[in-house]
Nanobody, 114 residues
Framework: QVHLVESGGGLVQPGGSLRLSCQASGFSLAPYAIGWLRQAPGKEREAVSCIDSGDGEVYYVDSVKGRFTISRDNAANTVYLQMNSLKAEDTAVYYC???????WGAGTQVTVSS
């Protein structure tokens, strides 16, 4: 069965850090660009970051530049999102997906609150 599993979310205070993981099962992530997206309550899902399959070119939405870092470990079949200096507005369910989009996973909840 082909699917992606997100993990690593949780409750963190403003200014804190989390590392999200996106692990593939049933297929190899290596040939795909991978994106992290998030959806906050009452808002549309937005792209946060993505990483290319080849040269590792990365993209970040302006609101997370300088705070988030995306990386991939093809041997581990996993893509990571290191999130530092977290803000309340980063609170959302975070999803990963292949590009082009495939099936959605359950996501992982990130809550930034004091």
């Amino acid at each position: 069965q082909v699917h992606l599993v997100e993990s690593g979310g949780g409750l963190v205070q403003p200014g804190g850090s989390l590392r999200l993981s996106c692990q593939a099962s049933g297929f190899s992530l290596a040939p795909y660009a991978i994106g992290w997206l998030r959806q906050a309550p009452g808002k549309e899902r937005e792209a946060v970051s993505c990483i290319d399959s080849g040269d590792g070119e990365v993209y970040y939405v302006d609101s997370v530049k300088g705070r988030f870092t995306i990386s991939r470990d093809n041997a581990a079949n996993t893509v990571y999102l290191q999130m530092n200096s977290l803000k309340a507005e980063d609170t959302a369910v975070y999803y990963c997906n292949t590009i082009p989009l495939g099936p959605w996973g359950a996501g992982t909840q990130v809550t930034v609150s004091s």
